[in-house]
């Protein structure tokens, strides 16, 4: 779980539509259970399972229990470690100028 | 649909290539705070449930955080109260919770978890503290490479 391996395991569990659509539910709303990401996917509850397996070993989502039930939460900082790798602190800034006019001009397009 | 969404809690993890009481003492001792936190200044004092953790601003001209220590079980588990003072608004918002968590891990490292909840009465401060990966990925940077993270402009 640690250095070159654990980029492998991010971009590799990042390689896939139904995973990246997982951790955008995640995004809009943390915490959830299984049985309500399975509720809005069109996929059996051992697809999910799966899916949420390969998140969880690549260090994207951490599971934790509440009571009798297990949550799962998006873990942004493996993320942050790639976006820290090639993009220094001082281009951080033209980056989210270039990625804020982009929203700007595809908005009112 | 189940209500056991919980939208008032975050959730960090990541592994460092450390002790677990290095990094407990990254998490606790104000001079390795200092190069990871964008060189705040913690006032030293006693670590122990009750004891207060008061953060200031490099130039030490503003009190950025006046948080209280809830659990302290080294090299472990740490718990402590939030409220970010560096924003009016922030401020006059409900005090949440921060909890790290401290596990050793394989080949030498340790795996951090940082808990912020109680963010229920803290929408503002629930949307400023997503920074908590920057925070953590400097922290990884000062543990193992031991070179001090140069200060956020």
Redesign the interface.
């Given at each position: 779980?640690?250095g070159a391996m654990?980029d492998d395991l991010v971009f590799k569990a990042l390689a896939d539509p139904t995973r990246r659509s997982l951790l955008d539910r995640l995004f809009a709303?943390?915490?959830?259970?299984l049985?309500?990401l399975e509720?809005q996917l069109e996929m059996t509850r051992f697809g999910v399972m799966k899916h949420l397996k390969v998140l969880e070993g690549a260090?994207l989502v951490?599971s934790?229990k509440?009571g009798r039930?297990k949550?799962h939460?998006l873990?942004?900082?493996?993320?942050?470690?790639i976006h820290?790798r090639w993009i220094s602190?001082y281009r951080a800034h033209e980056v989210s100028a270039l990625l804020d006019l982009k929203t700007r001009l595809e908005d009112t397009a | 649909m189940t209500t056991m969404t919980d939208t008032t809690t975050q959730v960090y993890q990541l592994y460092i290539r450390a002790t677990p009481e290095q990094v407990w003492d990254a998490i606790t001792n104000p001079e390795t705070i200092a190069r990871y936190f964008h060189g705040a200044q913690l006032d030293p004092g006693p670590l122990e449930v009750g004891a207060s953790r008061r953060t200031w601003s490099p130039d030490r001209s503003r009190l950025w955080g006046d948080n209280t220590i809830l659990e302290c079980d080294p090299p472990r588990r740490f718990v402590h109260t939030w409220r970010s003072l560096y924003d009016d608004e922030l401020a006059a918002e409900d005090e949440s919770r921060v909890t790290w968590e401290i596990e050793p891990a394989q080949s030498g490292t340790s795996k951090l978890t940082l808990i912020h909840d109680k963010l229920e009465g803290a929408p503002k401060t629930a949307a400023s503290v997503r920074g908590w990966s920057f925070i953590l990925s400097n922290l990884k940077t000062v543990l193992e490479t031991g070179e001090p993270f140069p200060a956020e402009e």
């Open positions: 779980m640690i654990d709303r943390d915490g959830r259970t049985t309500e509720a260090g951490v934790r509440r039930e949550l939460f873990n942004p900082v493996p993320i942050r470690q820290d602190k | -």
